[in-house]
């Protein structure tokens, strides 16, 4: 029997249920499954806890005069102890709308994984993945690749044109990383105007000229700003991960270093183990 439901800003009405069967309703594997966990709880005497998805749109007959679109549930399924006579096996089964509860969950779990101005990674988030990922390169022997880029020249533009325009600045530079093909890459804001970038599965050489063609896109795109555009330039570190790479720590020491080998050498370059900066010749 169906109780509630009188909430339509949680629930579809249940008028169209009675009299109904689950497979009459609804989808013969949905019908299956629900009536699997029945058994269970009836078979061994235990209540059982899920979540599922369901949508009006699965159930036929409904009126859909309650929340649009999928919504989460949590059931309860508990047996009923059979008294005296000739009282059938049957549950208690109780079920609630989470979706709030579980757009919340999403939604803190957006705020403690990205970065709030730019949209990508933030550090604490950047260095989880960048784990996971040398723990699965090694395993499976895959290269990998990590970069960390700096802006040359961003106090110049929060100093000039205030950190407005500084904090569009870096949005800009975060959405032109993202765009076109880059197989693998994962982006992260790990500083104020510092950037890390994982190529899963990608060799140094190919990490390195991949950063040079960014470099040469802002050279072509820069920020346009009104009546004028701002040049965008980064200098950059890129190291592949060596067996001497114990843990996140010692890989972002490498690239650090050649960030800094970078920047010392002039800036918006890309520096790298065996690199030469041939303006130096």
């Given at each position: ?44 005497g235990l209540p ?223 520096a790298h183990p ?8």
């Amino acid at each position: 029997r169906g109780l509630g439901g009188s909430d339509r800003a949680a629930y579809d009405s249940l008028a169209y249920l009675v009299g109904k069967t689950l497979h009459d309703i609804m989808p013969a594997a949905l019908a299956d499954g629900f009536l699997a966990d029945v058994r269970r709880v009836i078979d061994t005497g235990l209540p059982h806890v899920y979540e599922y998805t369901l949508s009006a749109d699965d159930c036929a007959g409904n009126a859909h005069d309650g929340p649009p679109g999928p919504q989460w549930f949590m059931g309860r399924i508990a047996p009923i102890v059979a008294g005296a006579g000739d009282v059938p096996d049957c549950v208690a089964w109780v079920v609630i709308n989470i979706t709030r509860r579980r757009q919340l969950e999403a939604e803190l779990q957006r705020l403690a994984t990205t970065d709030e101005l730019t949209g990508l990674l933030n550090r604490r988030a950047f260095l989880a993945r960048l784990e996971t990922a040398m723990e699965t390169a090694r395993a499976a022997g895959l290269p990998l690749a990590l970069a960390i880029l700096d802006l040359d020249h961003f106090k110049a533009v929060n100093d000039r044109f205030g950190h407005a325009v500084g904090d569009a600045f870096l949005r800009y530079v975060a959405k032109a990383l993202l765009a076109g093909p880059a197989p693998g890459r994962v982006l992260g804001r790990v500083g104020g105007e510092e950037f890390a970038v994982l190529f899963e599965g990608l060799a140094l050489p190919a990490a390195a000229a991949l950063l040079r063609e960014w470099q040469m896109q802002f050279h072509v795109r820069p920020f346009e700003l009104a009546d004028q555009a701002i040049g965008v330039a980064f200098s950059a570190g890129v190291v592949a991960m060596a067996d001497e790479d114990a843990s996140t720590t010692d890989l972002l020491r490498r690239a650090d270093h050649w960030l800094y080998e970078a920047k010392h050498a002039g800036r918006g370059l890309v520096a790298h183990p065996g690199w030469i900066d041939r303006r130096l010749g």
